[in-house]
């Protein structure tokens, strides 16, 4: 394209969006503790399902890690031991929904969906919105390609089972996905 096309141009100048990285995915910057207790413990999970490592083990190495003191530790033993002790209830929860074998499933987006099912659960303080959300960004972060959209996919469809006055509170108001 010639200078003259350049210049003459009617597209506005791209506004940053302050907070979000080129990919869409947030700064480290601008996560909660929440959140960064999130990303440990899909880190933890995946150790656990690939590597067949104790969870305690795995939390203690996690505890080492860089950051860590910033996430909120809490949640994240929350999340971690609560996603391995109940792992057959969660990933029956998960199953119904998937189009393939779970062993066919990323071990990230499958961790993942477990701490959504956990947090649908158990973390009724935290709207299922958010949490859908949360679990979105960690398979963008962390997820193959279009890994979120399997995500979003399967928790969307386990939200109304386990938050059902939530998620027909939103549609009702037109806020559901």
Not at 38 to 46: D, K, S, T
Not at 61 to 69: E, K, M, P, V
Not at 91 to 116: C, F, N, Q, T, Y
């Amino acid at each position: 394209m010639s200078d003259d096309a350049k210049q003459g141009s009617t597209r506005p100048p791209r506004q940053s969006r302050t907070g979000l990285t080129a990919t869409g995915v947030r700064k480290a910057s601008a996560k909660s503790a929440r959140s960064r207790a999130r990303e440990f413990a899909v880190q933890a999970l995946y150790q656990y399902l690939v590597g067949r490592n104790d969870a305690q083990a795995i939390d203690t190495f996690t505890r080492d890690l860089a950051g860590f003191h910033k996430a909120d530790a809490v949640h994240y033993d929350a999340l971690l031991h609560g996603c391995v002790e109940e792992r057959a209830q969660l990933d029956a929860l998960i199953v119904p929904l998937l189009d393939r074998k779970l062993e066919e499933i990323s071990p990230i987006e499958h961790a993942i969906m477990w701490i959504g099912a956990y947090e649908f659960l158990h973390c009724t303080d935290v709207p299922w919105r958010v949490v859908l959300n949360e679990c979105i960004e960690l398979a963008k972060e962390f997820g193959g390609t279009d890994g979120h959209k399997y995500v979003n996919a399967v928790l969307n469809g386990v939200a109304p089972s386990l938050r059902s006055a939530e998620v027909e509170a939103d549609k009702a108001s037109g806020k559901a996905r």
